[in-house]
């Protein structure tokens, strides 16, 4: 089971460190509206997928809260079948849907998951709903 912070899932993104600190940035200045992430992830901690609506802890590197988002979209596509459409709203700055497939590859390849074409990719689209951790409280999460 993911880590839960006042009852919400959370939501960490990319790897610890810079990588996570500019995805979060992203985030916060309304950049970043998706994520990509692996089923076979899910599977392998009994993980249920997102579902429209549902609200997510955006978390730093400590699983400190740095904002909370809320479900868009998600959708289950083969990582052949990602849309440009999707890859422009994860908000990285990819040129065109071959960058953000070379670069996501890369990606999983070094956190030791390399996909091909058939691997089961989960498409969550999201909107910032709350920014800052400063005036965030359990209690401000809508649990």
Known sequence: MWPRIGGLRT?????????????NTLVLAGVKQATAGLLSEYEREGE?????????????????LV???QVTGVEVV?????SWDFAR????????IEEWRAGHQRFWAR???????DTAIVCVRFRLVSAGH?????GDLGT
């Open 48 to 64: 249920e997928l997102e579902h429209v609506g549902e609200r997510l802890a955006l978390v730093d590197d400590h699983d400190g």
């Open 89 to 96: 709203s994860e908000g990285e700055g990819d040129a065109s």
């Open 134 to 138: 400063g005036g965030i409280t359990t």
């Open 67 to 69: 904002a909370v988002v």
């Open 111 to 117: 956190a030791g998951t390399p996909v091909d074409d």
């Open 78 to 82: 083969r990582f052949a079948q990602v």
């Open 11 to 23: 939501l960490d993104l990319g790897t610890p460190g810079e990588l996570r600190t500019y995805l």
